[in-house]
């Protein structure tokens, strides 16, 4: 069983930054994908970034040059670092945690959400 907590959200003008993080407990973040996800109302949920064990990472194209994943492995977290921030990158910010399962990562554990409101 792994438990997730993301932190970070809060408001912040277009053009600002701002740090999402997520603290594991239960299992070693470093051992499995850990991505990031967003939802605006309304909308589908949307890939944002992941993080491989290996410490590779991906991008969605909407946050690409903006956004940068990292993890410290001494504190079980992984980063979302957000700048450049622009109103269509308010939503709910999730993390999770998955594995790759012949060729694919499927995600079995998800946080709660933080919001992240970017004002225009």
């Known amino acids: 069983q792994v438990q997730l907590v993301e932190s970070g959200g809060g408001l912040v003008q277009a053009g600002g930054s701002l740090r999402l993080s997520c603290a594991g407990s239960g299992r070693t973040l470093s051992s499995y994908v850990v991505g990031w996800f967003r939802q605006a109302p309304g909308n589908e949920r949307e890939f944002v970034a992941r993080?491989?064990?290996?410490?590779?990472?991906d991008y969605g194209d909407s946050v690409k040059g903006r956004f940068t994943i990292s993890r410290d492995n001494a504190k079980n977290r992984v980063y979302l670092q957000m700048n450049s921030l622009k109103p269509e990158d308010t939503a709910v910010y999730y993390c999770?945690?998955?594995?790759?399962?012949?060729?694919?990562?499927?995600?079995?554990?998800w946080g709660q959400g933080t919001q992240v409101t970017v004002s225009s």
């Open positions: 999770a945690v998955g594995r790759t399962r012949f060729g694919v990562v499927r995600y079995d554990y």
């Open positions: 993080i491989r064990s290996d410490g590779s990472t």
